[in-house]
């Protein structure tokens, strides 16, 4: 069967650009969430615009949106990561502890506002924050 008769998909994940987690998130995504497809989006600060009503506020709720009819996602999966470029990075933080505090806080207000939608209150919200453990990522599901 070609790829292109695949038409639905299980999830929609919302990561940050930076290209230091991609390939590891999608593995970890497929293989330890056992989430085998997801539509992929892309954006600095990963949900930081949707949290501040920044100029992406709108792009994600509707690629969300679309993911849900379109492909069927019934999953968002927001994943957050430490030394966020579009927060600061790590230097911007008074310590690790800080930083993973602040980051988990965002993740929670990006799920409510998420739950709030009424276009899309009906899709299971997970959220990861990856860490850095013995120089590689550690995922934590918040």
């Known amino acids: ?21 991609h390939e590891d998130l999608c593995r970890y995504v497929k293989h330890d969430m056992e989430v085998a497809s997801f539509d992929l989006l ?4 990963s949900a930081k615009d949707l949290i ?9 709720l509707r690629d969300f949106q679309i993911s849900k009819e379109l492909h069927k996602a019934g999953k ?3 994943m957050h990561h430490i030394d966020c470029g579009a927060y600061g990075g790590s230097k911007n933080f008074e310590s690790r502890k800080k930083e993973i505090e602040f ?3 965002q993740l929670y207000r990006a799920k409510n506002l998420i739950r709030s939608n009424k276009n899309l209150a009906d899709m299971e919200v997970i959220l990861l924050f990856v860490n ?9 599901e918040v």
Do not use: W
Not at 52 to 60: R, S, T
């Open 1 to 21: 069967m070609s790829f292109l008769n695949q038409h639905e998909c299980e999830a929609v994940v919302l990561t940050c650009m930076d290209f230091r987690f």
């Open 76 to 78: 968002v999966i927001i």
């Open 52 to 60: 501040e009503n920044g100029p992406g506020k709108e792009a994600i």
């Open 42 to 45: 892309a954006m600095a600060g």
């Open 103 to 105: 980051q988990k806080d």
């Open 132 to 140: 850095e453990k013995d120089g590689k990522p550690e995922y934590i």
